[in-house]
Antibody, heavy 119, light 108 residues
């Protein structure tokens, strides 16, 4: 069955870095545009970034632009989020999500990985 | 950026009752590009509705979506025990894509 499994979350100090990974299985990963979405404690969902199927195009929310980098390795069926210059407001559960071929909505989701930015 | 405001924040209902959730946008959502998701604690969110009214694969027909412009509604015709969760709307007609803050449907 379709699975997206995130990993790499943890506790990091402000200004630090972290790399999140998302392992995909059960679907043709190389055909899918992919995205990261986060949820801060007690808040709603916030789209963070997306990457197209060939890694030719990426886009970022203004809140993370210049600090986060999305990438993918289709040979490994994996999606990544490199996070630099982390701030306390980046504390959130980070979800890996697949963007539907039918439109810019998310039809595949993982369970998320928690990132905590605190000194 | 389009701000989505969901109401009510919490809806307390009993199994078998009808649930009506609202999502209001600060600007017109182009092409009715609005989706609804269900999210239970510790689980992956699940796509319910896209294009304002099209059910995603495998979604029971007790879930229906309607609306256009700035006002959208998710209706659950008869609540089943597994439907108690948080529901989010999302617009994908304009960048950046944005979500509402969620409506929690809990057991009365």
């Amino acid at each position: 069955q379709v699975q997206l499994v995130e990993s790499g979350g943890g506790l990091v100090k402000p200004g630090g870095s972290l790399r999140l990974s998302c392992a995909a299985s059960g679907f043709t990963f190389s055909d899918y545009y992919m995205s990261w979405i986060r949820q801060a404690p007690g808040k709603g969902l916030e789209w963070v970034s997306y990457i197209d199927s060939s890694s030719s195009f990426t886009n970022y929310a203004d809140s993370v632009k210049g600090r986060f980098t999305i990438s993918r390795d289709s040979a490994k069926n994996s999606l990544y989020l490199h996070m630099n210059s982390l701030r306390p407001e980046d504390t959130a559960i980070y979800y890996c999500a697949g963007i539907s071929p039918s439109g810019w909505f998310f039809d595949l989701w993982g369970r998320g990985t928690l990132v905590t930015v605190s000194s | 950026e389009i701000v989505l405001t969901q109401s009510p924040g919490t809806l307390s209902l009993s199994p078998g009752e009808r649930a009506t959730l609202s999502c209001r946008a600060s600007q017109i959502v182009k092409y009715t590009y609005l989706a609804w998701y269900q999210h239970k604690p510790g689980q992956a969110p699940r796509l319910l509705i896209y294009g304002a009214s099209s059910r995603a694969t495998g979604i029971p027909d007790r879930f229906s979506g309607s609306g256009s412009g700035t006002d959208f509604t998710l209706t659950i015709s008869r609540l089943e025990p597994e439907d108690f969760a948080v529901y989010y709307c999302q617009q994908y007609g304009s960048s950046p894509w944005t979500f509402g803050q969620g409506t929690k449907v809990d057991i009365k």
